[in-house]
């Protein structure tokens, strides 16, 4: 099992900066795929970025590429998404996930690929 906490959500100005952060507990986090995801009222669940076990890879959404970083700490047990230039269409829950991976280099980019879900932080984005 892996519990996963978010932090790091709120209200902020469009073209303001939030760091999100989700923290695990549990069994050893450097072996999982950590994934961030958002929901927005009314949409689906999408994939917004993802970072392999040692942090050496990452993928992001096309609609967060170029301002948004997703970064590890192994040994705090953290992941965090910096996000940047943000818009009022950043607007949703963002929910940390993880998988466990085999491979250094594995990365998920489908919600129905993770095990463990955290509780979401909410952004909001004011016009």
């Known amino acids: 099992q892996v519990q996963l906490v978010e932090s790091g959500g709120g209200l902020v100005q469009a073209g303001g900066s939030l760091r999100l952060s989700c923290a695990a507990s549990?069994?050893?986090?450097?072996?999982?795929?950590i994934g961030w995801f958002r929901q927005a009222p009314g949409k689906e669940r999408e994939f917004v970025a993802a970072?392999?076990?040692?942090?050496?890879?990452?993928s992001y959404a096309d609609s967060v590429k170029g301002r948004s970083t997703i970064s590890r700490d192994n040994a705090k047990n953290t992941v965090y998404l910096q996000m940047n230039s943000l818009s009022p269409e950043d607007t949703a829950v963002y929910t940390c996930a993880a998988r466990e991976a085999r491979y250094s280099s594995d990365l998920y980019y489908s919600g129905s690929s993770y095990n463990y879900w955290g509780q979401g932080t909410w952004v909001t984005v004011s016009s």
């Open positions: 970072v392999s076990r040692s942090g050496a890879e990452t």
């Open positions: 549990g069994r050893t986090f450097s072996n999982y795929v």
